[in-house]
């Protein structure tokens, strides 16, 4: 019957947990330890020991540009991502239309795609407009003109926001179910204008849901190498792409400087995720 279901603040279902003793509280410790060693302590072990060995030779005032790049195209990144999922979201539960559900859809199945393959099919038709933009220069003028759409800052977050949109999107949109079409409707009622409703409503409720999708999207554009390689400025490098340089050419104890910084920026924004849930998951338990 198209009815719709509102829940506003946290789960009122607590967790239950299970206390586990004995072989099987060794047991879950054991799987749960392997897995970390394995996935984290192992790996970022050998990091540390070639590390340790090609710090001193490798890093450079250069790391700076490299990181300062990274930050910076993921802060943008960040901005364009969020604001686009912001729109789409607000739109989705605003107008209902099959049509416009599908289209959002569409939209954010660019993080299904392998990046690589994002890639070559992004860089194809961006060169192929920046060669057309040169020819109808070249007619109208009399003589081409240079252009430079295929190597700008600009194209890079296109790439980005349409292969990273579904991290944004997806946790943006589940924090706007939260929002009651009752409440909203309630404030018009009232008198209140969209910026209030805006302030005073939608920020609130999607302050929490905002602040994770920006950490999610903010690592996956950190260590995103395929679209940064082929469409970024001449010179323009980044932690990942330094990383893809020196391994292609088998320099491991130098990319492990790179992968260290990069991991260390990385853990960051996942700390700050895991403490919030942490903290979420607690409050639900009380």
Known sequence: SKMRFSQVGTATIAHKYIK???IKAWAAFGYCITVLMIAFILPVTQLVVWLN??????????????LLNTFMLGIIAVIVIISVSLILSVIKHNVRSKRLALLIKLSTIGYALPGTVLAIGF???VTKLNNYLIDLSEKIMGEPAEFAIQSTIAVMIIGYLI??????????DSSMERVSSSVVNS?????????SIISKIYIPLLRKGVLTAVTLVLID???????????????WDTLAVKIFELTSEGEWERAA???????????VPIVFLSGRINRQIKGEAK
């Open 53 to 66: 060995s090609a710090l001193k030779q490798e890093l450079s005032s250069s790391y700076y540009s490299y």
């Open 221 to 235: 554009v950190m260590k995103e190498m395929p679209i940064t390689l082929m469409t970024r400025p001449f010179g």
């Open 163 to 172: 292969r990273f949109l579904a991290v944004g999107y997806s946790t943006v």
């Open 257 to 267: 400087v790179p992968s260290f910084i990069l991991l260390l920026f990385g853990l």
């Open 187 to 195: 404030a018009k009622l009232m008198g209140y204008g969209y910026r």
């Open 123 to 125: 860089f194809i038709p």
């Open 20 to 22: 586990l003793s004995g």
